[in-house]
Each structure stands twice: as C-alpha cells, then as structure tokens.
C-alpha cells in the first residue's frame, strides 16, 4: 500500500528517485503511464495487469472504452529501478506531466502518482476544501 507525499527532484537524464517507503512495496517491474489529471502514474506489474486485464475486456466497438485504452496504453513504459532506486521517465511522459526539476510523488493506496509542483498544488488546493469534500465525497460512502 503506497501512503504519503514526497517531493524529489529530476535529474538531467529524467531519472528520478522513488521513495524508500515505495520501493519496500514494490515486487517486480513498474509501468509508468499517463494519469487522468494532468499527472502520471506509476503501477506495480500486477495493479498494471489487472487494469489491462479490465480494460481489454471492454467492447472495442465502444469509443470510450477505445479512448481508454489508447490514454493507458499507448502512453504505458515498463520501467526498471537502478541500483540507486531511481526510475527513467521517458521525456514524453514529462512533457504530459510538465515535469521540470521537481516532482511531487504521492501514494493513492494501489499505485503511485507522480505531479509536477504547480499542478500538485492546484490539486492539493481542491482537497483541502472540506465543504467541497463533505459534498463530493457523500455518495461514496466512504
């Protein structure tokens, strides 16, 4: 389970540290892939499989469900950790995420997510609404 936030900088080559707490969690390969607000996120081999495994069952004959498969896949990397725990996230998926020198990694229970600091906080404001919160979250019964 992934839980917290950290903030690590990009290196020249966009490589960039994961968190030791992360990297206790995570047994074999890594998929890195677009995520759905402007940010990327990065999955453990079997999260990654059991979303490819729904979303390949999703009729091809459907648009929305052929618009999902191409935002997940299309942009998906398999990526390995380096002896110094860091990952390479291709220049394409930092261009999709706006990462510069800095990332904000976030732990959301099953994966990983990885923000730039300007969205991040964006984000990070949205949540601290708690009137908006009492509201959104209401019907999720949580």
């Known amino acids: 389970m992934f839980l917290g936030q ?8 966009g490589r960039l540290i994961v968190p030791a707490r992360f990297r206790e969690d995570i047994q074999g390969s890594i998929y890195l ?5 402007e940010n990327l996120r ?4 079997e999260t990654f499989q059991s ?3 729904r979303v390949t069952e999703m009729s091809s004959t459907d648009p929305t469900a ?8 299309s942009s998906a990397q398999k990526v390995d950790l380096d002896n110094n725990g860091r990952i390479l996230v291709p220049k394409y998926l930092r261009e999709v995420a706006n990462l510069a020198s800095e990332a904000i ?3 959301v229970g099953e994966s990983i997510e990885i923000w ?27």
């Open 116 to 142: 730039s600091p300007d969205a991040w906080e964006k984000q990070n404001l949205i949540l601290q609404d708690a009137d908006a919160n009492a509201k959104r979250f209401a019907a999720l019964d949580v």
């Open 33 to 37: 892939t677009q995520g759905f607000d």
């Open 66 to 73: 052929r618009q999902l498969r191409r935002l997940i896949f």
């Open 6 to 13: 950290y903030t690590h900088s990009l290196d020249g080559k």
């Open 105 to 107: 990694i976030v732990g």
């Open 42 to 45: 990065m999955l453990p081999e």
């Open 51 to 53: 979303i490819y495994n």
